[in-house]
C-alpha cells in the first residue's frame, strides 16, 4: 500500500492538470456531470453531433423570452399543459401555486419528456441548420430523472416561500408559516431578490450555495399581486454544480430541507 503522502501528491497533481486545460469556471465544472450532453460528457445521455455543452441550454443569441430564464436555447411549453402540485395535493398547503414558469419550465423543457434534447433554438454555427448526429441514451431524460407533466407527485414548485407574506411592500416580512426560515433579500437592477442564507451563521450575502427564492409578480386571489418570492427547481439544484444531484449544497442530515423548512 503506498503512503497517504502520494495519494495526495497525485491528487495534487490531478487538480492541477484540470485546472491548467479548464478555460472557464462553468465548463471544468458541468463538463463531467450528466449535463454535458455534447460528445465529451461522462453520459448516461450524450450526442455526437457537437462538442459544445452550454448550446443544449443557452445560446449568445435569439432565446426564448417567454420565462425569466437566461438566453435560454430551448422552446417552453404552454405552462397550462402542466399539472402543479396545489390543495388537491395536500390538505396541509399554505401558499399559493403559480403557473409553471421563471426557472422551473426551463428544467421541464428536458425533464418533462416531451421534446428531444437536440431540439434547439439556435443551433452551433451560422444560422440554424439541423444538427447531424446520433444519441448515446435516449434524446431525453429516463426513469425518476423523466418528470413528466404531472407535478403532483413532485416537491412543489412555483409556490409562495412560507406560506406567503413576504413581497415587495413587506421585504422581510414574517413567512405566513412560522414552520419557515426568514429569508434574505437584496435590491438589484430595482428588483428585489430573496434567497435563504444556509450558512450556520447567515452572512446576508446571495451565493450559490444558498437557497435561491425566484421573483414572480403573479395576479389571483392567493397573491399580493406585487414581486415575492417563489420556490423553483433551481430553489434546491444548480444546474452547473458537480455536487450529487445537482443540489446546490449536500443533502447530508437533510440539509437541503433544513435550509428552509424549520422542523
Ligand atoms: C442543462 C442546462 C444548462 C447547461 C448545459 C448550461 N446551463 Fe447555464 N443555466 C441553466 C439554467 C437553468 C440557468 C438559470 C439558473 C437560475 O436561474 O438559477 C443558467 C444560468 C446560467 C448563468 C447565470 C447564472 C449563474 O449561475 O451564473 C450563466 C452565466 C450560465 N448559465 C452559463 C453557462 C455556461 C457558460 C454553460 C456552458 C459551460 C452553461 N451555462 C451550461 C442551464 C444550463
Ligand atoms: C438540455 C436538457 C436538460 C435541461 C434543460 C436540464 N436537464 Fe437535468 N438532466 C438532463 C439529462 C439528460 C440528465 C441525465 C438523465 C438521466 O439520468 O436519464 C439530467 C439529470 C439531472 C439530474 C439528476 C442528476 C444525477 O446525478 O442523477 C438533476 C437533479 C437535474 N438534471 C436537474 C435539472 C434542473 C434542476 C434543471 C433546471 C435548472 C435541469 N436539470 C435542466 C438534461 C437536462
Ligand atoms: C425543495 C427542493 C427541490 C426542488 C424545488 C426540486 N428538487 Fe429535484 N431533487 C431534490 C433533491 C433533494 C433530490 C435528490 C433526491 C435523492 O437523492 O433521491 C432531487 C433529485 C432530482 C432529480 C434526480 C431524480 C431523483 O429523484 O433521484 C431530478 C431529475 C430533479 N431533482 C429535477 C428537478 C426538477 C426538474 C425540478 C423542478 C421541476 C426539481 N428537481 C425541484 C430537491 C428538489
Ligand atoms: C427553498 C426552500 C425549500 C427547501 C430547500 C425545501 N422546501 Fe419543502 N417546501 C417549501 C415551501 C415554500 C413549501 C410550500 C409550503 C406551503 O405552502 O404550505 C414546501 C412544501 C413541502 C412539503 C409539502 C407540505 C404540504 O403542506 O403539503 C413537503 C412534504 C416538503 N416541502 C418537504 C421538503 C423536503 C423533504 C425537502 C428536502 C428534500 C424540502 N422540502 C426542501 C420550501 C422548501
Redesign the pocket.
Known sequence: MKPYHLYLKRLGFAVLTVSAFAWTGASAEIELTPHNLGSTGPGPNTFSGTAELCVFCHTPHGGDTSAAVPLWNRTLADPTTYTT?STT??T????GVAPVGSVSIACLSCHDGTQAMDTLINTPGSGSVALVGTWTGADRPQGLADIGQNLQND??IG?????GGINLTAPTGAPV?PD?VDPENRVINGTTVWW?DTEATPNGTREKTD?Q?YTRTVAGVDFAGEPEPF?ECG??HDPHTSTATFLRIA?TG?A??L???SK
Do not use: E, K, T
Open positions: 402540485y395535493s395536500s396541509s398547503i399554505d401558499g416537491h412543489p409556490v409562495q416561500y412560507g406560506g408559516d419557515f435563504v437557497m427564492l420556490v430553489s434546491c443533502n437533510s437541503v430541507c435550509a428552509c423548512h
